[in-house]
């Protein structure tokens, strides 16, 4: 069913969007060894303008630090790969969330029942998350390759029609 409103908002939306990566590992050390990255980056550049990439390790300062810098670089989005998982070092979520000024739940919902189809029951291993901090739009998604492509295929087409939202 498609919503006309939706897509009024769509048809006044501009694709001229500045995105952001944050790659969050301890083990891989190179931009090309973060294939999760890489297809990020390969993705956001066939529609969007990739102005920032980084690979960090999974320290909070680390990612306050990294998202502050692209949300005074003027990226409209940011999208972080890795440290969502349950183990310790995993801090993605808690550092997000508590800079959010809104959360976007859907995102999250949305993801673990996609991912449900494809990988079952893990699924429920997943605490993939998104809101807005300073007017940008953050999405943190788990660090495999799978992972951010099932991710992509949530947001990538919609991009234009949720900056025009968190923008005004």
Request: negative net charge; glycine residues 6%; hydrophobic residues 35%.
């Amino acid at each position: 069913m498609k919503s006309e409103t939706a897509q009024q908002h769509r048809s006044e939306s501009s694709s001229d969007i500045n995105c952001g990566i944050i790659t969050l590992s301890d083990s891989r050390k190179s931009k090309k060894a973060d294939l999760s990255g890489q297809y990020m980056a390969s993705e956001i550049e066939k529609r969007y303008t990739l102005k920032s990439r980084q690979l960090i390790p999974d320290e909070k300062d680390d990612l306050i630090n990294a998202i502050e810098e692209m949300v005074l670089d003027d990226v409209d989005v940011i999208m972080t790969t890795g440290g969502t998982g349950l183990d310790t070092r995993d801090i993605t979520v808690e550092t997000v969330e508590s800079l959010f000024d809104k959360k976007l739940g859907g995102f999250g919902e949305i993801f673990r029942a996609k991912s449900y189809e494809e990988i079952g029951a893990a699924a429920l291993l997943s605490r993939a998350t998104a809101g807005i901090y300073k007017k940008v739009i953050i999405f943190s998604m788990p660090g495999s390759p799978n992972a951010v492509k099932t991710a992509f295929s949530i947001i990538i087409d919609e991009l234009p029609h949720i900056v025009h939202h968190v923008k005004k």
